[in-house]
């Protein structure tokens, strides 16, 4: 039986961050344990085949460089600093290694072209082995979900979704509005049979969550006020830029 009631408390988005700490940043991690958080946080390849903690395709945000992180080896992400800091692009196993078990993981798995699912199911599960702590996986992209749960039935596994989306979230390709709809409304849960449903906030509720058995995510939710909003449709929050009350 998996073990599923940790998703219901609160996630720190990307790490505890602010203005002084960078999101998907060691300190970030930190400051969550510290505080007791659990953790939501990025994961992807960067371009020789290494795990790293970022959000974005792009570096530019974080960090001021136009390149992809799609296009940088590990070695060249480490050399750059997110948003003004001393703070590096974490690997991810320098993540794990920071938080040790000590809270929750939330991992997502960003969409990335040209990456099979069996790939990156195969590449984060190496790393995952012998991690002590608990963890869940989740993304957009359902046919990672499908892979690490085939992977792995032992780990929860989950649905990333939106009510809206824009051509730029798929890439600019021709079937982006067959996609954002997909997604919308989860059309995939049927064969990827998620252990969980990560909807972001506004997008609540939807017939789809309100008939779900497992534990409903909103995203991302920025204040006490929204906490009040999200806690109405689904089960706890993935927050930022404030403490959640629960």
């Known amino acids: 039986m998996k ?5 219901r408390e609160p996630f720190a988005h990307r790490g505890l961050h602010n203005t002084e700490i960078p999101e998907n940043s060691l300190a970030a991690f930190r400051a969550a344990v510290e505080r007791g958080f659990a953790i ?9 085949g290494r795990l790293v903690v970022f959000h974005d395709d792009d570096l530019a945000r974080m960090t001021g460089d136009e390149r992809s992180v799609a296009d940088c080896t590990a070695s060249e992400l480490k050399r750059l600093r997110l948003g003004g800091t001393h703070e ?14 000590k809270v929750p993981l ?3 798995i960003k969409n990335m072209r040209g990456v099979k699912p069996k790939k990156i199911a195969a590449a984060l599960f190496d790393a995952l082995e012998g991690y002590e702590g608990k963890y869940a996986i989740q993304s957009f992209q359902p046919f990672y979900v499908r892979a690490c749960r085939k992977l792995r039935p032992d780990v929860p ?18 079937f982006w509005k ?6 919308k409304n989860m059309t995939f849960n049927f064969t990827v049979k998620p252990d969980f449903v990560s909807y972001d906030l506004y997008g609540l509720p939807t017939k789809k969550t309100e008939k779900f058995k497992g534990p409903v995510l909103a995203w991302t939710v920025r204040s006490e006020e929204e906490e009040i909003l999200a806690r109405k449709n689904a089960d706890t929050v993935i927050f930022e830029r404030y403490l959640p009350r629960y």
């Open 178 to 183: 067959w996609k954002a709809h997909c997604i």
């Open 3 to 7: 073990e599923l009631d940790f998703l």
């Open 106 to 108: 939330l991992i997502e």
């Open 40 to 48: 939501e946080t990025d994961v992807r390849f960067s371009a020789d």
């Open 157 to 174: 596994c989950g649905v990333l979704s939106a009510a809206r989306f824009r051509k730029e979230d798929f890439g600019g390709g021709a």
């Open 88 to 101: 590096q692009i974490p690997l991810f196993s320098e993540l794990l290694r920071t938080v040790g078990g």
